[in-house]
C-alpha cells in the first residue's frame, strides 16, 4: 500500500503561538494543492484531518475527501492560541521530562494522539491513500511503521504543503 503523508499549508497565525486543534484556515491551499496534484497519482483516495487547514487543502486535491477525526492535530487544551512565552514555564519543563504522557490543563496527552492515530492506521486495509493532516499526526503515523523509539519519531520535522510518500506492507 502506498501512503502519501501531506501536512496541511502554513497556518493563518501569527509565529510564536500555540495551536494544535485550534480551528485555523491555512494560507495557499489552492497553490499548494496545484504543486501536490502534479505528484500524486491520479485519482487517489484523500483522507483528511476536521481541521480547516487541512480540510480545504484535501478538498482541492478530492472533492470526495474522507473525513477522519482520529488525524486532528492534538489537543492543547488551556494552551491553544496563547503565546509559548505565555505558557507556565513549570508546565512545558514538565512536558520536556515526560513528552509521552504529560497532558497539558485541558488537553490530552501525546500518548492519547498516538493511540487514535495507530487505530487510524490499522484501519486502512492496504488501500493506497492521500493524508492531509498535522505534523504531530504524521510524526506518529511515522513512528508507528518504522517501529521508531519515541524519542525519535517526536523530534521529526515536516514542512507545511508537502507531502512524504511511504510504501507500507499491509
Known amino acids: 500500500m502506498h501512503v502519501f503523508l501531506i501536512r496541511h499549508p502554513r497556518p ?13 484556515d491555512g494560507i495557499d491551499p489552492e497553490g499548494v494543492a496545484a504543486q501536490l496534484k502534479r505528484q500524486l497519482p491520479a485519482n487517489i483516495p484523500v483522507i483528511s484531518s476536521p481541521l480547516r487547514r487541512a480540510l480545504a ?18 489537543d492543547f487544551g488551556d494552551w491553544e492560541g496563547k503565546a509559548w512565552d505565555h505558557i507556565p514555564r513549570i508546565e512545558l519543563d514538565a512536558w520536556a521530562a515526560n513528552v509521552l504522557d504529560f497532558i497539558p490543563p485541558g488537553g490530552e496527552s501525546v500518548a492519547t494522539l498516538q493511540k487514535r492515530v495507530i ?9 493506497s491513500v492521500a493524508i492531509v493532516t498535522h505534523a504531530g499526526v504524521m510524526r506518529s503515523l511515522v513512528g508507528y511503521w518504522q517501529q521508531l523509539p519515541v524519542e525519535e519519531w517526536t523530534q521529526l520535522k515536516f514542512d507545511y504543503g508537502r507531502m512524504t510518500a511511504f510504501n507500507i506492507e499491509a
Open 119 to 127: 487505530e487510524f492506521a490499522e484501519s486502512l486495509k492496504g488501500e
Open 12 to 24: 493563518r497565525i501569527a509565529p510564536g503561538i500555540c495551536y494544535g486543534r485550534l480551528d485555523i
Open 57 to 74: 487543502l484535501a478538498e482541492l486535491l478530492d472533492p470526495q475527501t474522507r473525513i477522519d477525526a482520529r488525524l486532528a492535530e492534538i
